[in-house]
Each structure stands twice: as C-alpha cells, then as structure tokens.
C-alpha cells in the first residue's frame, strides 16, 4: 500500500490526532466480519483474514478498532463468534478501507487459499 501525504481528522479515535490516508490496495483481501460471544469482549466486532496465514500455528492476520492488526487463531474465532452484519460492521469496514484495503466480504474460508498463504511462509 502506497501512502498518500494528505491527512484527515479521526473523530471516533480518541488516541489519534491524525492519521495518514492510504491509497487504495489494487490486491482484493478477502475478509470475514465477526461479532464476538465471549463475555469479556462480548459484541466487539472485528475482521478476520481468513487467507492471510500468520504463522505456522494455524493463525490469521485480523484487526479491530482497538489494538488494530493482531494474529488469531481461527477456528477459536469461529467458536466464539457469530458473522456480524452488515450494519454492525460498516464503521470497521470503513476504518480498513481508509487506510488502502480494498475488501471482498466473504463468508467462510476457502482451505486452498489459506494452505496456499500457509505454503508461502
């Protein structure tokens, strides 16, 4: 992703004063949007990368509002969570796209994707 020198004002973040603008990824990334169910963090919604492996555990690149790209295991995500919908996850899929995603929303993982991204490690 190329960064763009313009910048533009973050309301719904308390801890940025600004942040830069990304271009848009011409790399489409695949994303799955979840609500969590466990009880500490119970309806945080966050991205799941379903085919960007991050290491040889079995983990997934995702991100959230609050402490942004993170690993995680993905079939706890699964068991732990429920899809969010379109409206829960519109702010989230805003904030991943102003900084040069470009999304594709999916609904399950393609294991082929993911063990080609595994393979590539």
Do not use: W
């Not at 068991?79 to 991943?96: M, N, R």
């Not at 993982?109 to 393979?119: D, E, I, T, V």
């Amino acid at each position: 992703m190329l960064k763009d020198k313009r910048y533009y004002s973050t309301k719904g973040h308390k801890n940025l004063l600004k942040h830069e603008i990304m271009l848009k990824d011409k790399h489409i990334t695949e994303v799955m949007f979840r609500k969590n169910g466990m009880i500490d963090n119970k309806g945080e919604i966050y991205a799941l990368f379903p085919h960007l492996a991050e290491n040889k555990s079995g983990c997934v690149s995702s991100y959230q509002h609050v402490g942004q790209h993170i690993i995680a295991d993905y079939d706890f995500c699964m068991g732990t969570s429920t899809p969010a919908s379109q409206t829960d996850y519109a702010d989230l899929q805003k904030e991943l796209e102003q900084i040069g995603y470009n999304l594709k929303v999916v609904r399950k993982q393609n294991r082929a994707k993911y063990l080609k991204s595994f393979r590539a490690m």
